[in-house]
Protein backbone atom coordinates (compact mmCIF):
# COMPACT_ATOMS: atom_id res chain seq x y z
CA UNK A 1 0.00 0.00 0.00
CA UNK A 2 1.26 3.51 -0.82
CA UNK A 3 2.14 5.51 2.30
CA UNK A 4 -0.76 7.89 3.32
CA UNK A 5 0.59 11.52 3.18
CA UNK A 6 -0.82 13.85 6.14
CA UNK A 7 -2.16 16.38 4.77
CA UNK A 8 -4.36 12.96 3.09
CA UNK A 9 -4.98 11.55 6.55
CA UNK A 10 -6.31 14.73 7.78
CA UNK A 11 -8.43 15.33 5.18
CA UNK A 12 -9.75 11.44 5.35
CA UNK A 13 -10.06 11.84 9.32
CA UNK A 14 -11.92 14.83 9.06
CA UNK A 15 -14.77 13.88 6.89
CA UNK A 16 -14.98 10.03 8.88
CA UNK A 17 -14.89 12.00 12.38
CA UNK A 18 -17.81 15.04 10.89
CA UNK A 19 -19.39 12.07 8.96
CA UNK A 20 -20.69 10.45 12.13
CA UNK A 21 -20.83 12.78 14.66
CA UNK A 22 -20.59 12.29 18.57
CA UNK A 23 -19.44 8.57 17.77
CA UNK A 24 -16.22 7.70 19.84
CA UNK A 25 -13.38 6.27 17.13
CA UNK A 26 -10.81 4.17 18.66
CA UNK A 27 -6.89 5.36 17.60
CA UNK A 28 -6.61 1.52 16.67
CA UNK A 29 -9.14 2.26 14.45
CA UNK A 30 -7.68 5.20 12.29
CA UNK A 31 -4.63 3.12 13.27
CA UNK A 32 -5.60 0.40 11.32
CA UNK A 33 -7.16 2.55 7.86
CA UNK A 34 -3.80 4.52 7.68
CA UNK A 35 -1.55 2.03 8.66
CA UNK A 36 -0.01 4.12 10.92
CA UNK A 37 1.45 4.43 14.50
CA UNK A 38 -0.87 6.00 17.31
CA UNK A 39 1.59 9.13 18.10
CA UNK A 40 1.30 9.90 14.64
CA UNK A 41 -1.97 9.43 15.02
CA UNK A 42 -2.42 11.81 18.41
CA UNK A 43 -0.19 14.80 16.41
CA UNK A 44 -2.96 14.45 13.34
CA UNK A 45 -5.63 15.03 16.30
CA UNK A 46 -4.13 17.81 17.72
CA UNK A 47 -3.62 19.72 14.33
CA UNK A 48 -7.60 18.91 13.49
CA UNK A 49 -8.59 19.61 16.79
CA UNK A 50 -6.72 23.75 16.30
CA UNK A 51 -8.12 24.01 13.09
CA UNK A 52 -11.83 23.06 13.93
CA UNK A 53 -11.79 25.21 17.16
CA UNK A 54 -9.94 27.75 15.22
CA UNK A 55 -13.04 28.25 12.62
CA UNK A 56 -15.46 27.25 14.69
CA UNK A 57 -16.16 24.33 12.51
CA UNK A 58 -16.64 22.49 16.41
CA UNK A 59 -14.73 20.20 18.42
CA UNK A 60 -12.76 17.13 18.95
CA UNK A 61 -12.56 15.67 22.23
CA UNK A 62 -10.51 13.03 23.15
CA UNK A 63 -12.28 10.15 25.77
CA UNK A 64 -10.00 7.94 27.93
CA UNK A 65 -10.91 5.01 29.32
CA UNK A 66 -10.93 1.32 28.08
CA UNK A 67 -13.47 2.16 25.37
CA UNK A 68 -12.17 5.87 24.44
CA UNK A 69 -10.56 7.38 21.53
CA UNK A 70 -11.20 10.69 19.57
CA UNK A 71 -15.18 11.92 18.49
CA UNK A 72 -16.04 15.29 16.91
CA UNK A 73 -19.12 17.49 18.02
CA UNK A 74 -20.45 19.90 15.61
CA UNK A 75 -20.79 22.75 18.68
CA UNK A 76 -21.95 26.23 17.65
CA UNK A 77 -20.52 29.04 20.10
CA UNK A 78 -23.41 30.64 21.77
CA UNK A 79 -21.74 34.40 19.33
CA UNK A 80 -22.32 31.92 16.46
CA UNK A 81 -25.97 30.85 17.17
CA UNK A 82 -27.56 34.07 18.45
CA UNK A 83 -25.94 36.21 15.07
CA UNK A 84 -27.53 33.18 12.94
CA UNK A 85 -30.77 33.29 14.93
CA UNK A 86 -30.97 37.40 14.38
CA UNK A 87 -30.67 36.34 10.59
CA UNK A 88 -33.70 34.23 10.83
CA UNK A 89 -35.92 36.78 13.01
CA UNK A 90 -34.39 39.66 11.21
CA UNK A 91 -36.22 37.33 7.66
CA UNK A 92 -39.53 36.30 9.57
CA UNK A 93 -40.55 38.95 10.97
CA UNK A 94 -43.03 41.68 9.22
CA UNK A 95 -46.74 41.27 8.09
CA UNK A 96 -46.05 38.91 5.23
CA UNK A 97 -46.24 36.05 6.90
CA UNK A 98 -48.75 36.53 9.35
CA UNK A 99 -52.15 33.62 9.37
CA UNK A 100 -54.56 33.42 10.97
CA UNK A 101 -55.27 32.90 14.54
CA UNK A 102 -51.73 34.22 15.73
CA UNK A 103 -49.24 31.76 13.69
CA UNK A 104 -46.40 32.20 11.43
CA UNK A 105 -45.92 31.09 7.97
CA UNK A 106 -41.84 29.64 7.76
CA UNK A 107 -42.70 25.89 6.28
CA UNK A 108 -40.10 27.42 3.36
CA UNK A 109 -37.25 27.93 6.50
CA UNK A 110 -38.04 24.49 7.68
CA UNK A 111 -38.18 22.63 4.20
CA UNK A 112 -34.18 24.33 4.12
CA UNK A 113 -31.58 21.30 4.78
CA UNK A 114 -28.95 24.65 5.28
CA UNK A 115 -30.97 25.77 7.66
CA UNK A 116 -32.31 22.85 9.70
CA UNK A 117 -29.00 21.18 9.75
CA UNK A 118 -27.69 24.71 11.18
CA UNK A 119 -30.61 25.13 13.78
CA UNK A 120 -30.00 21.38 15.02
CA UNK A 121 -26.24 21.82 15.93
CA UNK A 122 -27.53 24.54 17.71
CA UNK A 123 -30.35 22.43 20.00
CA UNK A 124 -27.65 19.60 20.03
CA UNK A 125 -25.03 22.15 21.46
CA UNK A 126 -27.25 22.90 24.18
CA UNK A 127 -28.06 19.16 25.10
CA UNK A 128 -24.65 17.29 24.88
CA UNK A 129 -24.71 17.14 28.40
CA UNK A 130 -27.71 15.30 28.74
CA UNK A 131 -27.36 12.26 26.95
CA UNK A 132 -30.28 11.62 25.63
CA UNK A 133 -30.47 8.07 24.21
CA UNK A 134 -33.16 9.69 21.09
CA UNK A 135 -35.01 12.62 19.92
CA UNK A 136 -38.64 12.28 19.67
CA UNK A 137 -41.13 14.11 17.65
CA UNK A 138 -44.55 14.78 16.77
CA UNK A 139 -45.61 14.37 12.88
CA UNK A 140 -44.91 16.01 10.49
CA UNK A 141 -43.49 19.40 10.65
CA UNK A 142 -41.12 19.39 13.54
CA UNK A 143 -39.74 16.25 11.61
CA UNK A 144 -36.92 17.94 9.14
CA UNK A 145 -35.11 20.04 12.49
CA UNK A 146 -35.57 17.48 14.55
CA UNK A 147 -33.91 14.67 12.54
CA UNK A 148 -30.55 17.34 12.11
CA UNK A 149 -30.77 17.53 15.48
CA UNK A 150 -30.75 13.88 16.31
CA UNK A 151 -27.70 13.68 13.53
CA UNK A 152 -25.61 16.49 15.58
CA UNK A 153 -26.36 14.40 18.85
CA UNK A 154 -25.42 10.93 17.12
CA UNK A 155 -28.86 9.37 18.00
CA UNK A 156 -31.93 7.97 16.55
CA UNK A 157 -34.78 9.80 15.81
CA UNK A 158 -38.54 8.65 17.14
CA UNK A 159 -41.60 9.97 15.80
CA UNK A 160 -45.10 10.00 17.21
CA UNK A 161 -47.63 9.78 15.12
CA UNK A 162 -51.82 11.12 15.04
CA UNK A 163 -52.75 7.53 14.58
CA UNK A 164 -51.03 4.08 14.76
CA UNK A 165 -49.71 2.18 11.64
CA UNK A 166 -50.36 -0.99 11.67
CA UNK A 167 -47.00 -1.92 9.82
CA UNK A 168 -45.54 -0.82 13.21
CA UNK A 169 -47.38 -3.05 15.15
CA UNK A 170 -48.50 -2.77 18.95
CA UNK A 171 -48.55 0.71 19.82
CA UNK A 172 -49.24 2.94 22.56
CA UNK A 173 -51.83 5.60 22.44
CA UNK A 174 -52.87 8.64 24.64
CA UNK A 175 -54.83 11.30 24.08
CA UNK A 176 -54.47 14.81 24.68
CA UNK A 177 -55.25 18.91 24.91
CA UNK A 178 -54.12 20.58 22.30
CA UNK A 179 -52.47 23.77 23.61
CA UNK A 180 -52.96 25.89 20.21
CA UNK A 181 -57.23 24.35 19.80
CA UNK A 182 -57.86 22.96 23.11
CA UNK A 183 -59.20 20.27 21.33
CA UNK A 184 -58.57 16.61 22.42
CA UNK A 185 -55.84 14.95 20.13
CA UNK A 186 -54.53 11.51 20.09
CA UNK A 187 -50.41 10.37 19.92
CA UNK A 188 -49.15 6.97 18.97
CA UNK A 189 -46.49 5.52 19.21
CA UNK A 190 -45.16 1.92 18.60
CA UNK A 191 -43.95 -0.41 21.30
CA UNK A 192 -40.84 -0.80 19.83
CA UNK A 193 -39.44 2.47 19.11
CA UNK A 194 -38.22 3.57 22.28
CA UNK A 195 -36.67 1.12 25.46
CA UNK A 196 -37.64 1.46 29.14
CA UNK A 197 -34.99 3.45 30.98
CA UNK A 198 -33.87 5.28 28.18
CA UNK A 199 -33.43 8.95 28.13
CA UNK A 200 -35.23 11.45 25.11
CA UNK A 201 -35.12 14.85 23.73
CA UNK A 202 -37.93 16.07 22.46
CA UNK A 203 -37.57 18.58 19.57
CA UNK A 204 -40.78 20.41 18.19
CA UNK A 205 -40.89 23.32 15.30
CA UNK A 206 -43.53 25.59 17.24
CA UNK A 207 -44.94 25.59 20.77
CA UNK A 208 -47.80 27.86 21.75
CA UNK A 209 -49.66 26.53 24.48
CA UNK A 210 -47.52 23.72 25.08
CA UNK A 211 -50.51 20.72 24.82
CA UNK A 212 -48.49 18.87 21.97
CA UNK A 213 -45.37 19.04 24.09
CA UNK A 214 -47.55 17.58 26.78
CA UNK A 215 -49.02 15.03 25.46
CA UNK A 216 -45.14 13.72 24.29
CA UNK A 217 -44.18 13.90 27.89
CA UNK A 218 -46.93 11.71 29.39
CA UNK A 219 -46.24 9.77 26.39
CA UNK A 220 -42.72 8.86 27.86
CA UNK A 221 -44.06 8.23 30.99
CA UNK A 222 -45.77 5.48 29.51
CA UNK A 223 -42.33 4.14 27.98
CA UNK A 224 -41.00 4.72 31.63
CA UNK A 225 -38.42 7.08 29.51
CA UNK A 226 -36.74 9.96 30.94
CA UNK A 227 -37.05 13.05 29.24
CA UNK A 228 -34.24 15.31 29.50
CA UNK A 229 -35.10 18.36 27.35
CA UNK A 230 -37.25 20.13 25.25
CA UNK A 231 -36.31 22.01 22.13
CA UNK A 232 -38.21 24.14 19.88
CA UNK A 233 -37.82 26.02 16.71
CA UNK A 234 -40.49 28.83 17.67
CA UNK A 235 -42.23 29.56 20.85
CA UNK A 236 -45.27 32.16 20.83
CA UNK A 237 -44.75 34.93 23.93
CA UNK A 238 -48.23 34.47 24.56
CA UNK A 239 -49.67 32.76 26.83
CA UNK A 240 -46.26 32.97 28.94
CA UNK A 241 -47.44 30.23 30.92
CA UNK A 242 -46.66 27.69 28.87
CA UNK A 243 -48.19 23.58 29.68
CA UNK A 244 -44.73 22.82 30.31
CA UNK A 245 -41.21 23.85 32.12
CA UNK A 246 -37.60 24.06 31.31
CA UNK A 247 -38.18 24.36 27.65
CA UNK A 248 -35.69 26.04 24.81
CA UNK A 249 -36.76 27.68 21.72
CA UNK A 250 -34.39 29.44 19.31
CA UNK A 251 -37.22 32.20 18.29
CA UNK A 252 -39.73 34.03 20.20
CA UNK A 253 -42.47 35.32 18.32
CA UNK A 254 -45.06 38.21 19.08
CA UNK A 255 -48.06 39.33 17.28
CA UNK A 256 -48.71 43.06 17.34
CA UNK A 257 -52.43 44.40 15.61
CA UNK A 258 -52.92 47.87 14.65
CA UNK A 259 -56.35 47.69 12.86
CA UNK A 260 -56.86 45.19 10.73
CA UNK A 261 -53.52 44.67 9.82
CA UNK A 262 -51.01 41.84 12.06
CA UNK A 263 -47.44 41.98 12.41
CA UNK A 264 -45.21 39.53 13.28
CA UNK A 265 -42.44 40.36 15.85
CA UNK A 266 -39.42 37.41 15.92
CA UNK A 267 -36.68 37.73 18.48
CA UNK A 268 -33.96 35.48 19.74
CA UNK A 269 -35.04 33.39 22.89
CA UNK A 270 -33.47 34.96 25.85
CA UNK A 271 -31.50 32.06 26.71
CA UNK A 272 -29.19 32.64 23.53
CA UNK A 273 -28.62 36.45 24.47
CA UNK A 274 -27.28 35.10 28.47
Not at 85 to 96: D, I, M, P, W
Not at 253 to 259: M, P, Q, V
Amino acid sequence: MEKIRRNERLSAMLKILSDSPNRIFTLSHFCDLFDAAKSTLSEDIDILRDVTQSFGLGELETVTGAAGGVRYRGTVSKADALDYVKGLCANLSGTERVLPGGFLYYSDVLSSPEITSYMGRILATAYFETEPDFVLTMETKGIPVALTTAHALGVPLVIARHNSRAYEGSAVNINYVSGSSGTIQTMSLARRAVREGTRALIVDDFLKGGGTAKGMVDLMHEFSVTVVGMAFVMATAAPEKKRVAGEKSLMTLEIRRSGDEASALVRPASWLEA
